[in-house]
């Protein structure tokens, strides 16, 4: 006979009940004590680090970037823009990038050669480069429906814009108060902007995180903080980046 059965044969049904009641008051205890415990560990006010966990390593949400970039590769060929400085076209586009232009919204970039808003870019010409890489961009541009417009139309036929955008992400306080940051996008925002200005089907959109992603990244904390596993589990409830790879039709219209 197990223990169990050995109660049950033993002691009168009240007293059984008794014990049980017991046990499930020091279960419930338990799981209070474990969950102060665990919110003890979140319990602090001020991040690790205020500047995304730079100084720590690699900041969590360029991990991902980083990836979507490698994925697509064999996009950064030709002519092709990048917003602030050159280093991804370069690093992704290589020898296959024959010609790199660099926007900013204000002169004096050590690389830049437009400076331009692109929510106002008369000045670009249309149907220009192969490739846009426009990494963490859109957050800054109030008017999101012009800016997405231009880029589809500087692009050439068969030309692609690749976007990565916060979704949960701390504020740019620096940029707020420089220029404006006005916005956080889920997949489905951004897949609605796109779709408004590129054919449905030449829209892919893809997002990564999962709740510890995005925790490390709000209080500071850096890539090498983590473990590969933890970066590489999806959850689309915590979208940390968003990606858009948005390919302008051979015959634009």
């Not at 106002?120 to 429906?145: A, K, N, W």
């Amino acid at each position: 006979m197990t223990p169990k059965g050995l109660l049950k044969a033993v002691l009168p049904l009240s007293t059984r009940r008794w014990l049980r009641t017991q046990q499930l008051r020091i279960e419930r205890a338990l799981r209070q004590l474990r969950s102060r415990r665990d919110v003890c560990r979140l319990r602090r006010k001020v991040p690790v680090s205020t500047d995304w966990g730079r100084e720590r390593g690699q900041i969590v949400d360029r991990y991902f970037i980083e990836k979507f970039l490698a994925d697509h590769q064999a996009d950064v060929h030709g002519h092709v823009l990048e917003f602030a400085d050159d280093s991804y076209a370069c690093r992704f586009g290589g020898a296959n990038a024959t010609q790199v232009d660099v926007l900013n919204l204000t002169p004096g970039g050590p690389r830049t050669t437009i400076v331009a808003d692109l929510a106002r870019g008369d000045d670009i010409p249309s149907d220009t480069f192969d490739c846009i890489i426009c990494t963490q961009v859109l957050q800054y541009v109030y008017d999101l429906h012009a800016g997405i417009r231009t880029l589809y139309r500087i692009l050439k036929p068969g030309g692609v814009v690749l976007v990565t955008a916060p979704g949960i992400q701390q504020l740019d306080r620096p940029g707020m108060e420089a220029w404006g940051e006005f916005w956080r996008f889920t997949s489905l925002s951004l897949r609605r902007l796109f779709e408004e200005a590129f054919p449905k089907d030449h829209v892919d959109i893809k997002s990564y995180g999962n709740v510890l992603v995005a925790t490390a990244l709000l209080y500071g904390y850096a890539v090498e903080d983590l473990r590969r596993e933890d970066l590489d589990y999806s959850d689309p409830d915590y979208e940390v980046p968003i990606t858009v790879r948005a390919v302008k039709p051979l015959a634009a219209s």
